[in-house]
Structure formats: structure tokens, C-alpha cells
């Protein structure tokens, strides 16, 4: 165990990064990515033994060539990087919390601001509503000023828009709980394209999956507690205001007061990046001077990115479904059991509490097997399953059967999260994982507001097998746009020495000189 600067070391590797200029002349790869033939002199590379044979003569080149070059870079898994993704989780779940806690007292916060239900429903959209427009301008913040900066913007507007929402303690007040959640709603942007660039930035390789499904964890885990916590702590007494006024200050005030703890904790605990970068896909990107990185450049390229454009849009179907059944749980329970409003939130944390246990298991699976596509066509196939199931036995008149058809559901359709944004990473890579998970949230937040907007209609008008009928059939639509994305897993390769690599987020002259060098002297051998 090595201490240097309050890092520690936790992989075995050591030595300096070899200067471009000491890296003997470039040499191409014999190894290749999943779909794509390796050339070595024009020639196909040969398969069975002959192929492994080409792979070996490669990893001895690459040996060569490490001893003349210095060997390969350092990487250290820093100690504070467990308190960054605990801190960061904590407070994506306050984020989490303050979105979901009206849209599970709809009828009481209806009743306490004199609003109808889509006034309401328009407290949980607005976080939908504000992502998109702003999604560009943070994904560039969070390149050009980085992680801490924007991990402090996230945390301090939570706590802004918490303390926003005591002032709102009256019947009449709407418009200003509105602009409250509007505050909450603009910090969302901040915070829910982080989880893939903290595990990328601070986390092995080995451990890169479940660092992302712990950081998404947080925030279902905020969803979970906002369905449990809010019917609990203001129940529905429409003959005493004063007392309902009462229950809600309880529960802004303490939200406004952990989110400020959270807001200081954010400033003592995050940094920008660890001393020595986790792996080799990071000590890559750090290779690449800051005035190469073009953030429009990288935009164009994720759009041409064709598998990424599929991901995208199916990632976005699943997602702004999860957002709509969440956002129109209580009224769905409510139509079928009236008076079960606890009992809503009940079967709401039971959906978000089985999609933690769900991602925290695909978040091991992903680092243990690197079964991108597989396991997220999977999770896709089960969900749209789990949602007819659910569908179809609403309204038998059996809560507990709510209760476990809800939690099925929860398990793949939340567990599908988190799949989302590492997939995605790994077949943009060496685009910004902000970025990324930033059009994927954007994807999502439209998907949900059309959703939540159409099935809250069919719903109100109709039924809620109507409505959930409708989400089905998009999420149909989401399984076969999986199924034609192309798994191509572009960081993994990286890290474990496969090289067919295109740069794209920099200029070609800095690719061959600074990057190409140091990927062929040493990757091959992760």
C-alpha cells in the first residue's frame, strides 16, 4: 500500500508516462473490436489459434516497445473517491425527493392551493420542462469548468429551491412553490448527467459499472423516500387546513435543511479529478491537451454516432416511461382503491426500491461480464412484460397484488437506468461522458413530458389500462431500436488493450501525436 498526497495505490501498476517524442515510430495493431476484422499488411487477421497467435506477437511488440518508452502510466484508485460518489448520491437523492413529493400528494396539495390535477402534475414536469433547454449550456459547463464546479452548482440550487418552497406554506402561494420547483428542477441539470463521469473519472475498471448504478442508485433512492415519506408526514384533512399547512412545513423545512448540510459537504468532499487517473481509458484522455477538446465538435460526433442515435431514442421511450408511471402513480391507485393514498406511496417505494436492488445488479453484472447490449435488450424485454402484467391486474381489487406486480416492474424498468448511461459511454468513448448522459436525460425528459401529458389524458378520460397501454406500445417500439444498436464497446477495448480506436473529440494532428503513441506502447497489455 502506497500513500502519496492522500492517494492510495490500488492497482499494481507503476511508472511514468512515456514522452511522445521517446515512443518508437507507430506500429499498427494486430487486435480488433467486436464486428471489425484486424488488419496487419492489408490481411485479414486468422482466425481460431492463428488469431490468438497474432494477439500474442502483438502483447510482445507491445512489451518492446514499453521498455524503450518507460513503461506505462501510473494508476492509483484514490481513497476519496467512495466519499465523492456517497456525497454526490446524498444529494441527487434530496433532488429526487423534492420532485416526486406532490405528484404523491396530488389531491392534497390540490386541495391545499386551491389547483387542479394537472396544475399539480405540472410541479413533477416542470423538472422535464427545464432539462431540455438547459442540458447544452450545463454539458459545456461541466466540460469547460468541470466536475466540481458543476457538482456545487447542483447542490447549492437544491438547497435554494428547498428554502424557496417554506415560503410557499399558504393556500394561494402556487405560482411561488411553482418557481421553487422551477429552482429544483434547473439543478436537476447539474446533477443527473454526473453518475457516468464520476465512475469514470474516479473509478476502475472493474468497478466502473456498479460505481454508476450506486451513483443512480442515490437518486431512486430519493424517489423511493418521496413516495414513502410524504404520505406519511401530511396526510390528506381537508377540514383543517392549518393542520395540513402544518405537516407540509415539516417536510420543507427539513428538506431545506439537509440540502443545505449536503450543499457544504459537496464543498469539503469533491474535487475535480484524483491525483493519478483509475485506469487506462482516463490516462488516455488526459493525454489530450484542453485546447484540442472542440464541445461543438464532440455534439456533431455523438449525433453521427448511429448506435448512439438508436440508444438515444430507446433510452428516452424507457425512461420518460418510467417518469410518467411514476408522476401518475397515486391517481392510477387512487381511481382503482379510493382512500389508498398511503398505500400508493407504498407500492410507489416498492417500485423504486426493487429498481435499486435491479441496477445494483446489473451495475455488478456489467463490470463482471462487459455484456452491454445483452443485458440492456434483456432488461428492456422484461420491463415491457412487467408493465402488461401490471397493466392487466390494476384493477382486480387485490393491493397486494399491486404490490408485487409494481415491484417487478420497478426492478428491470428502474434497473434499466444506469445500463443506459454505461452502454452509452462505452460506444462514444472518448466523447465526454457529461455529454452523453446529458442527451440521454434531455431524451428522457421529452419522452416524459409527452408521456406524462398523453397518459394523464387517456387516464382522466378513459382509464388507466388506457393509458398504461400506450406506454406499452412505445416501449415495443424501444425494444427493436435495442436491437439494431451495434455493440461496439469502444472504452473497454481501450482498457483491455484492444486498439481500432477513432478519436473523434480531437483534432486529427493531436490523435497521432500524442494519443496513438502512447495507446500502442502500452494498452495492448491491460
Known amino acids: ?42 490481411r485479414a487477421a486468422p482466425a481460431g489459434g492463428g488469431e490468438r497467435a497474432a494477439q500474442a506477437e502483438a502483447e510482445a ?70 432539462y431540455v433547454p438547459l442540458i447544452l449550456p450545463a454539458t459545456w459547463l ?31 402561494r402556487y405560482p411561488l412553490t411553482l418557481a421553487a420547483q422551477a429552482v429544483c428542477a434547473v439543478a436537476q441539470v447539474f446533477i443527473l448527467g454526473l453518475p457516468s463521469r464520476i465512475a469514470s473519472v474516479w473509478f476502475g475498471p472493474t ?41 407540509i412545513s415539516i417536510m420543507f423545512y427539513g428538506t431545506a435543511i439537509v440540502s443545505t448540510l449536503l450543499f457544504f459537504l459537496t464543498g469539503v468532499v469533491f474535487e475535480e479529478k484524483p491525483k493519478y487517473p483509475p485506469s487506462h481509458s482516463q490516462a488516455v484522455l488526459q493525454t489530450m491537451p484542453p485546447e484540442d477538446y472542440s464541445y461543438k465538435q464532440s455534439i456533431i460526433n455523438l449525433f453521427k454516432n448511429i448506435p448512439f442515435v438508436l440508444l438515444l431514442i430507446s433510452y ?17 391507485v387512487v381511481t382503482h382503491y379510493e382512500g389508498e393514498e398511503v398505500n400508493a406511496g407504498r407500492i410507489g417505494l416498492t417500485l423504486v426500491v426493487a429498481g435499486m436492488v435491479g441496477s445494483i445488479i446489473c451495475g455488478l453484472w456489467l463490470d463482471y461480464t462487459k455484456t452491454y447490449k445483452q443485458t440492456t435488450l434483456i432488461v428492456y424485454v422484461l420491463s415491457f412484460i412487467g408493465l402488461l402484467v401490471f397493466t392487466f391486474t390494476l384493477d382486480l381489487g387485490y393491493l397486494i397484488v399491486v404490490f408485487v406486480t409494481g415491484g417487478v416492474l420497478g426492478f428491470f424498468m428502474t434497473g434499466y437506468l444506469p445500463l443506459g448511461f454505461e452502454f452509452a459511454v462505452e460506444i462514444t468513448y472518448p466523447e465526454s461522458e457529461g455529454t452523453s448522459s446529458g442527451l440521454l436525460n434531455a431524451s428522457a ?33 424501444g425494444i427493436i431500436l435495442t436491437a439494431l444498436i451495434k455493440s461496439d464497446l469502444r472504452r473497454h477495448n481501450v482498457n ?19 494519443v496513438l503513441p502512447y495507446l500502442n506502447a502500452w494498452l495492448l497489455l491491460a
Not at 492497482?11 to 507507430?26: K, Q, W, Y
Not at 397518459?455 to 397501454?469: C, E, I, V
Open 1 to 42: 500500500m502506497v500513500e502519496d498526497g492522500g492517494e492510495e495505490e490500488a492497482e499494481g501498476e507503476s511508472g511514468e508516462m512515456p514522452a511522445a517524442a521517446a515512443v518508437p515510430p507507430l506500429q499498427r495493431c494486430n487486435g480488433f473490436l467486436p464486428g471489425k476484422e484486424a488488419e496487419d499488411g492489408g
Open 61 to 130: 511488440e507491445a512489451e518492446a516497445m514499453l521498455s524503450a518508452a518507460g513503461g506505462r502510466p501510473e494508476t492509483r484508485l484514490s481513497r476519496r473517491r467512495l466519499a465523492v460518489l456517497a456525497v454526490f448520491s446524498c444529494y441527487s437523492l434530496v433532488n429526487a425527493f423534492q420532485w416526486i413529493q406532490y405528484s404523491i400528494l396530488s389531491n392534497v396539495f390540490a386541495g391545499f392551493y386551491g389547483v387542479s390535477f394537472t396544475q399539480i402534475d405540472w410541479l413533477s414536469m416542470v423538472y422535464m420542462v427545464a
Open 142 to 172: 461541466l466540460d469547460a469548468r468541470g466536475l466540481r464546479l458543476t457538482a456545487l452548482l447542483g447542490a447549492g440550487l437544491n438547497g435554494l429551491g428547498a428554502w424557496l418552497k417554506c415560503a410557499s406554506l399558504a393556500p394561494g
Open 207 to 247: 468497478e466502473v459499472s456498479t460505481a454508476c448504478a450506486v451513483a443512480v442508485l442515490g437518486n431512486q433512492l430519493g424517489t423511493a423516500i418521496g413516495f414513502l415519506l410524504p404520505p406519511v408526514l401530511v396526510p390528506n384533512t381537508p377540514n383543517d387546513i392549518s393542520l395540513m399547512a402544518h405537516n
Open 316 to 332: 428516452g421511450i424507457m425512461t420518460g416511461a418510467f417518469y410518467s408511471v411514476s408522476t401518475l402513480l397515486n391517481q392510477m
Open 445 to 477: 425528459q421529452i419522452f416524459g413530458i409527452v408521456f406524462t401529458l398523453v397518459q394523464g389524458k387517456l387516464t382522466t378520460d378513459y382509464s388507466p389500462r388506457a393509458g398504461n397501454l400506450f406506454l406499452c406500445a412505445w416501449i415495443f417500439v
Open 496 to 514: 483491455s488493450g484492444i486498439m481500432n480506436l477513432d478519436v473523434k473529440a480531437v483534432s486529427g494532428d493531436s490523435f497521432t501525436m500524442i
